[in-house]
């Protein structure tokens, strides 16, 4: 399964990889705005947006992308380990079902 995290500290990569990868996913980070982020969405299973730590810019082209795809979105304020446990969390209990369920929409 892989996953896209968009937002965050730098200093917290290192984190988000290791917290995601005991949990089973591949993982990619994009902590900051830079031309390969539009280019090199790809296709995740889904996608963590950290929106206190990102801008608006990065926001609106990744849902852009993620919509076109269908690729579910799970937002949080913030970006701390727990903050990105309660996303995995949510992820797992979300994905397969992602028509009928309404978390990856708040």
Request: charged fraction near 25%.
């Amino acid at each position: 399964m892989s996953l896209l995290v968009i937002g965050g500290h730098e200093r917290m990569e290192k984190d988000y990889y290791k917290l995601a990868k005991s949990r089973g996913y591949k993982t990619k980070v994009y902590t900051t705005m830079s031309s390969k982020v539009k280019n090199s969405i790809g296709s995740p299973d889904a996608i963590v947006i950290f929106t206190s730590t990102v801008s608006h810019k990065m926001t609106k082209t990744v849902e852009s992308q993620a919509k076109k795809r269908s690729i579910p979105i799970i937002r949080h304020k913030n970006s701390s380990k727990v903050a990105f446990n309660q996303c995995l969390e949510k992820l797992e209990s979300c994905l397969g079902n992602c028509s009928e369920c309404c978390k990856c929409k708040n």
